[in-house]
């Protein structure tokens, strides 16, 4: 049963930093695309960034120079490094992977840049 686990999300200062943890089961994270989504207050969810199963990555033009994705194959986990934060990336922060056709998500995790 393919099931994700976010945490790390917190309240943070505007320039501060937060790393994202997407624990996953019922699959290999290298062995698929997978990806962190974003839903701000009053926005759609989007895609913030993506790591492919050959270490290939794609961000969004708003975090890239500040995010880095990246996964650990040992512990099955991806990784979401966001660094220099700002209040424009208060959301709540999804992961994602599509396997044998079906999309899954987490629950998400809660980050507030505020001061």
């Known amino acids: 049963q393919v099931q994700l686990v976010e945490s790390g999300g917190d309240l943070v200062q505007p320039g501060g930093s937060l790393r994202l943890y997407c624990t996953a089961s019922?699959?290999?994270?290298?062995?698929?695309?997978m990806s962190w989504y974003r839903q701000g207050p009053g926005k759609d969810r989007a895609l913030v960034a993506i790591i492919y199963p050959g270490r290939g990555t794609n961000y969004a033009d708003s975090v890239k120079g500040r995010f880095t994705i990246s996964r650990d194959h040992a512990k099955n986990t991806v990784y979401l490094q966001m660094n220099s934060l700002e209040p424009e990336d208060t959301a709540v922060y999804y992961c994602?992977?599509?396997?044998?056709?079906?999309?899954?998500w987490g629950q998400g995790t809660q980050v507030t840049v505020s001061s």
């Open positions: 994602s992977v599509n396997v044998r056709k079906l999309n899954y």
């Open positions: 019922g699959f290999t994270v290298s062995d698929y695309a």
